[in-house]
Protein backbone atom coordinates (compact mmCIF):
# COMPACT_ATOMS: atom_id res chain seq x y z
CA UNK A 1 0.00 0.00 0.00
CA UNK A 2 1.58 3.59 -1.23
CA UNK A 3 1.71 6.24 1.81
CA UNK A 4 -0.71 8.40 0.21
CA UNK A 5 -3.42 5.60 0.22
CA UNK A 6 -2.22 4.55 3.94
CA UNK A 7 -2.67 8.17 5.34
CA UNK A 8 -6.14 8.05 3.53
CA UNK A 9 -7.56 4.93 4.59
CA UNK A 10 -6.57 5.69 8.32
CA UNK A 11 -8.37 8.62 8.17
CA UNK A 12 -11.07 6.82 7.42
CA UNK A 13 -10.99 5.16 10.79
CA UNK A 14 -9.17 7.78 13.44
CA UNK A 15 -11.33 7.91 15.99
CA UNK A 16 -12.78 5.07 18.45
CA UNK A 17 -14.74 2.36 17.50
CA UNK A 18 -16.83 0.88 20.64
CA UNK A 19 -15.12 3.57 22.96
CA UNK A 20 -11.86 1.83 23.41
CA UNK A 21 -10.32 2.82 26.48
CA UNK A 22 -6.47 4.32 27.05
CA UNK A 23 -5.42 1.22 29.50
CA UNK A 24 -4.22 -1.91 27.49
CA UNK A 25 -6.28 -4.65 27.18
CA UNK A 26 -3.17 -7.21 28.75
CA UNK A 27 -2.61 -5.27 31.90
CA UNK A 28 -6.96 -5.46 32.81
CA UNK A 29 -7.52 -8.42 34.77
CA UNK A 30 -10.65 -9.19 36.26
CA UNK A 31 -10.51 -8.78 40.55
CA UNK A 32 -9.06 -12.05 42.61
CA UNK A 33 -12.05 -11.22 44.89
CA UNK A 34 -14.44 -11.46 42.05
CA UNK A 35 -17.07 -14.65 43.07
CA UNK A 36 -17.17 -16.96 40.33
CA UNK A 37 -13.81 -15.86 38.50
CA UNK A 38 -12.55 -18.37 36.83
CA UNK A 39 -16.34 -19.45 35.41
CA UNK A 40 -16.67 -15.68 34.01
CA UNK A 41 -12.94 -15.71 32.40
CA UNK A 42 -13.68 -19.45 30.65
CA UNK A 43 -17.16 -17.90 29.35
CA UNK A 44 -15.22 -14.61 28.23
CA UNK A 45 -12.46 -16.59 26.20
CA UNK A 46 -15.02 -18.60 24.51
CA UNK A 47 -17.56 -15.40 23.90
CA UNK A 48 -14.44 -13.43 22.52
CA UNK A 49 -13.46 -16.74 20.07
CA UNK A 50 -17.28 -17.25 19.02
CA UNK A 51 -17.20 -13.17 18.60
CA UNK A 52 -14.04 -13.27 16.44
CA UNK A 53 -15.42 -16.02 14.40
CA UNK A 54 -18.13 -14.43 13.75
CA UNK A 55 -16.52 -11.32 12.52
CA UNK A 56 -13.94 -13.90 10.44
CA UNK A 57 -17.15 -15.09 8.95
CA UNK A 58 -18.53 -11.56 7.65
CA UNK A 59 -14.46 -10.70 6.60
CA UNK A 60 -14.15 -13.52 4.84
CA UNK A 61 -18.13 -12.99 2.79
CA UNK A 62 -16.93 -9.66 2.26
CA UNK A 63 -13.69 -10.34 0.62
CA UNK A 64 -15.54 -12.68 -1.72
CA UNK A 65 -17.98 -10.37 -2.80
CA UNK A 66 -15.30 -7.68 -3.59
CA UNK A 67 -13.50 -10.63 -5.80
CA UNK A 68 -16.52 -11.02 -7.70
CA UNK A 69 -16.58 -7.61 -8.29
CA UNK A 70 -13.22 -6.81 -9.42
CA UNK A 71 -11.95 -5.67 -11.85
CA UNK A 72 -14.74 -3.64 -12.80
CA UNK A 73 -15.18 -1.03 -9.56
CA UNK A 74 -19.01 -0.36 -11.18
CA UNK A 75 -20.65 -0.37 -7.89
CA UNK A 76 -21.63 3.02 -6.06
CA UNK A 77 -22.84 0.91 -3.11
CA UNK A 78 -21.56 -1.67 -2.08
CA UNK A 79 -23.90 -4.97 -1.67
CA UNK A 80 -22.99 -5.50 2.04
CA UNK A 81 -25.94 -6.04 4.02
CA UNK A 82 -25.93 -10.16 3.64
CA UNK A 83 -22.39 -10.55 4.63
CA UNK A 84 -23.08 -9.93 8.09
CA UNK A 85 -25.52 -13.07 9.39
CA UNK A 86 -23.84 -15.88 10.32
CA UNK A 87 -26.13 -18.35 12.25
CA UNK A 88 -23.26 -21.06 13.04
CA UNK A 89 -21.69 -17.74 15.39
CA UNK A 90 -24.74 -16.30 16.62
CA UNK A 91 -26.06 -19.65 18.41
CA UNK A 92 -23.18 -20.07 19.85
CA UNK A 93 -22.63 -16.94 21.12
CA UNK A 94 -26.59 -17.02 22.74
CA UNK A 95 -25.73 -19.89 24.21
CA UNK A 96 -22.79 -18.32 26.19
CA UNK A 97 -24.80 -15.37 27.35
CA UNK A 98 -27.48 -17.98 28.07
CA UNK A 99 -24.87 -19.83 30.57
CA UNK A 100 -23.77 -16.51 31.77
CA UNK A 101 -26.88 -15.68 32.63
CA UNK A 102 -27.62 -18.57 34.70
CA UNK A 103 -24.30 -18.80 36.13
CA UNK A 104 -25.15 -15.03 37.78
CA UNK A 105 -28.29 -16.44 39.17
CA UNK A 106 -26.81 -19.36 40.48
CA UNK A 107 -24.11 -16.98 42.42
CA UNK A 108 -26.40 -14.86 44.09
CA UNK A 109 -28.44 -18.11 44.80
CA UNK A 110 -25.13 -19.43 46.58
CA UNK A 111 -24.85 -16.26 48.16
CA UNK A 112 -28.83 -15.37 49.45
CA UNK A 113 -29.71 -17.73 52.44
CA UNK A 114 -33.40 -16.57 52.00
CA UNK A 115 -35.22 -19.50 49.53
CA UNK A 116 -35.89 -18.21 46.60
CA UNK A 117 -38.74 -19.67 43.90
CA UNK A 118 -35.92 -19.87 41.04
CA UNK A 119 -38.08 -21.84 38.68
CA UNK A 120 -38.78 -18.34 36.89
CA UNK A 121 -35.53 -17.72 35.71
CA UNK A 122 -35.11 -20.51 33.18
CA UNK A 123 -37.66 -18.37 31.21
CA UNK A 124 -36.28 -15.32 32.15
CA UNK A 125 -32.55 -16.41 31.15
CA UNK A 126 -33.94 -17.35 28.56
CA UNK A 127 -35.91 -14.06 26.89
CA UNK A 128 -32.89 -11.92 28.32
CA UNK A 129 -30.05 -13.90 26.07
CA UNK A 130 -32.38 -13.52 23.15
CA UNK A 131 -33.17 -9.94 23.25
CA UNK A 132 -30.02 -8.70 24.58
CA UNK A 133 -28.14 -10.75 21.60
CA UNK A 134 -30.58 -9.07 19.03
CA UNK A 135 -29.36 -5.81 20.23
CA UNK A 136 -25.19 -6.47 20.67
CA UNK A 137 -25.49 -7.52 16.92
CA UNK A 138 -27.28 -4.86 15.59
CA UNK A 139 -24.81 -2.81 17.67
CA UNK A 140 -22.05 -4.65 16.49
CA UNK A 141 -23.57 -4.92 12.92
CA UNK A 142 -23.83 -0.81 12.52
CA UNK A 143 -20.34 -0.05 13.64
CA UNK A 144 -19.06 -3.04 11.20
CA UNK A 145 -21.18 -2.01 8.12
CA UNK A 146 -19.90 1.66 8.64
CA UNK A 147 -16.36 0.92 8.50
CA UNK A 148 -16.93 -1.36 5.88
CA UNK A 149 -18.59 1.17 3.34
CA UNK A 150 -15.72 3.98 3.90
CA UNK A 151 -13.53 0.92 3.15
CA UNK A 152 -15.31 -0.14 -0.11
CA UNK A 153 -15.56 3.42 -1.45
CA UNK A 154 -11.80 4.04 -1.25
CA UNK A 155 -11.41 0.78 -2.41
CA UNK A 156 -13.67 2.02 -5.58
CA UNK A 157 -12.31 5.89 -5.15
CA UNK A 158 -8.84 5.17 -5.32
CA UNK A 159 -6.66 3.62 -8.06
CA UNK A 160 -3.75 1.27 -6.51
CA UNK A 161 -6.42 0.75 -3.53
CA UNK A 162 -6.49 -3.41 -3.68
CA UNK A 163 -8.95 -5.63 -1.83
CA UNK A 164 -6.09 -6.78 0.03
CA UNK A 165 -5.89 -3.13 1.35
CA UNK A 166 -9.98 -3.38 2.40
CA UNK A 167 -9.17 -6.33 4.18
CA UNK A 168 -6.03 -5.23 6.29
CA UNK A 169 -7.82 -1.85 7.30
CA UNK A 170 -10.72 -3.95 8.39
CA UNK A 171 -8.76 -6.11 10.03
CA UNK A 172 -5.41 -5.34 10.95
CA UNK A 173 -5.12 -1.77 12.35
CA UNK A 174 -5.95 -0.90 16.45
CA UNK A 175 -9.55 -0.06 15.38
CA UNK A 176 -10.51 -2.59 13.12
CA UNK A 177 -13.99 -3.82 13.10
CA UNK A 178 -13.11 -7.41 12.32
CA UNK A 179 -10.28 -7.67 14.77
CA UNK A 180 -9.38 -9.93 18.00
CA UNK A 181 -8.89 -7.21 20.20
CA UNK A 182 -12.74 -6.04 19.12
CA UNK A 183 -14.13 -9.48 19.91
CA UNK A 184 -11.60 -9.53 23.66
CA UNK A 185 -13.83 -6.04 24.44
CA UNK A 186 -16.93 -7.14 23.32
CA UNK A 187 -16.62 -10.28 25.50
CA UNK A 188 -15.39 -8.44 28.17
CA UNK A 189 -18.14 -6.16 28.35
CA UNK A 190 -20.98 -9.10 27.77
CA UNK A 191 -20.07 -10.98 30.41
CA UNK A 192 -20.09 -8.08 33.15
CA UNK A 193 -23.79 -7.16 31.76
CA UNK A 194 -25.09 -10.75 31.88
CA UNK A 195 -23.49 -11.60 35.07
CA UNK A 196 -24.84 -7.87 36.36
CA UNK A 197 -28.40 -8.24 34.81
CA UNK A 198 -28.50 -11.60 36.63
CA UNK A 199 -28.09 -9.96 39.68
CA UNK A 200 -30.39 -7.36 39.44
CA UNK A 201 -33.21 -9.57 37.63
CA UNK A 202 -33.04 -11.72 40.78
CA UNK A 203 -32.67 -9.18 43.50
CA UNK A 204 -35.41 -7.47 42.06
CA UNK A 205 -37.35 -10.77 41.86
CA UNK A 206 -35.87 -11.13 45.89
CA UNK A 207 -37.76 -8.09 46.92
CA UNK A 208 -40.85 -9.36 44.79
CA UNK A 209 -41.17 -12.19 47.20
CA UNK A 210 -39.92 -10.51 50.52
CA UNK A 211 -41.00 -7.23 50.01
CA UNK A 212 -40.61 -6.29 53.83
CA UNK A 213 -36.91 -7.24 53.49
CA UNK A 214 -34.68 -4.27 52.40
CA UNK A 215 -32.84 -5.59 49.34
CA UNK A 216 -29.41 -3.93 48.17
CA UNK A 217 -26.44 -3.98 45.62
CA UNK A 218 -23.58 -3.22 45.93
CA UNK A 219 -20.51 -2.64 43.03
CA UNK A 220 -17.28 -3.64 43.42
CA UNK A 221 -14.26 -2.42 40.90
CA UNK A 222 -10.58 -3.70 40.58
CA UNK A 223 -10.41 -0.62 43.16
CA UNK A 224 -6.74 -0.49 41.28
CA UNK A 225 -5.08 2.84 39.41
CA UNK A 226 -6.72 1.17 36.19
CA UNK A 227 -10.42 1.84 37.22
CA UNK A 228 -11.76 4.27 34.98
CA UNK A 229 -13.08 7.81 36.61
CA UNK A 230 -17.14 6.65 36.31
CA UNK A 231 -16.60 3.50 38.26
CA UNK A 232 -13.73 4.20 40.81
CA UNK A 233 -16.48 6.21 43.08
CA UNK A 234 -18.29 3.25 43.01
CA UNK A 235 -16.53 1.04 44.69
CA UNK A 236 -18.03 -0.69 47.69
CA UNK A 237 -20.88 1.63 47.19
CA UNK A 238 -24.38 0.25 47.48
CA UNK A 239 -28.07 1.32 46.86
CA UNK A 240 -31.49 -0.21 46.99
CA UNK A 241 -32.64 -2.33 44.33
CA UNK A 242 -34.93 -0.52 42.05
CA UNK A 243 -32.56 2.68 42.51
CA UNK A 244 -29.72 3.48 40.23
CA UNK A 245 -26.07 3.85 41.24
CA UNK A 246 -24.35 7.18 40.53
CA UNK A 247 -21.49 7.11 38.48
CA UNK A 248 -18.20 9.14 38.73
CA UNK A 249 -19.44 11.25 35.69
CA UNK A 250 -23.15 12.35 37.59
CA UNK A 251 -24.46 9.18 34.93
CA UNK A 252 -27.16 6.82 36.37
CA UNK A 253 -26.45 3.02 36.24
CA UNK A 254 -28.56 0.24 37.50
CA UNK A 255 -25.51 -2.07 37.21
CA UNK A 256 -22.53 -2.38 35.57
CA UNK A 257 -20.72 -2.23 32.96
CA UNK A 258 -20.68 1.37 32.21
CA UNK A 259 -18.49 1.78 29.43
CA UNK A 260 -17.14 -1.11 26.82
CA UNK A 261 -14.37 -2.98 28.70
CA UNK A 262 -15.79 -2.31 32.15
CA UNK A 263 -14.90 -5.25 34.83
CA UNK A 264 -16.71 -4.12 37.40
CA UNK A 265 -19.23 -6.97 39.19
CA UNK A 266 -22.28 -6.38 41.48
CA UNK A 267 -23.72 -8.75 44.13
CA UNK A 268 -26.99 -8.65 45.56
CA UNK A 269 -27.69 -8.89 49.49
CA UNK A 270 -30.64 -8.59 51.66
CA UNK A 271 -30.17 -6.00 54.56
CA UNK A 272 -32.55 -7.50 57.09
CA UNK A 273 -31.20 -5.02 59.48
CA UNK A 274 -31.37 -2.20 57.07
CA UNK A 275 -27.94 -0.28 58.75
CA UNK A 276 -26.04 -0.20 55.36
CA UNK A 277 -25.19 3.19 54.65
CA UNK A 278 -26.76 3.69 51.29
CA UNK A 279 -24.74 5.89 48.21
CA UNK A 280 -29.14 8.28 47.91
CA UNK A 281 -29.02 7.87 51.74
ZN1 LIG B 1 -16.38 -0.53 35.58
Avoid at 172 to 201: C, H, M, W
Wanted: aromatic content about 8%.
Amino acid sequence: MNEIVLAKAQALFTGIIDGLPNVPDELKQRDKREPGRDRKILYENKLARALYKRFKAQRDKLEYTLQLWYPQRMKSEPPTDDIFTDAESEAEIIKILLLSYGHGVQLFEDEILIGLDYTTFNKEAADWARVHSTRLFKLLDDTSRGAVRSAVSTFIETPGFTIGDVMEILTSQPGSVFNSARAKRTAITEITDAYAQAELDAGLELKKQFSDVRVIKTWFTNNDSMVCPICGPLNGVSVEVGTPFIGGNGGEYDAPPSHPNCRCWMSTRTDILGDKVLQNG
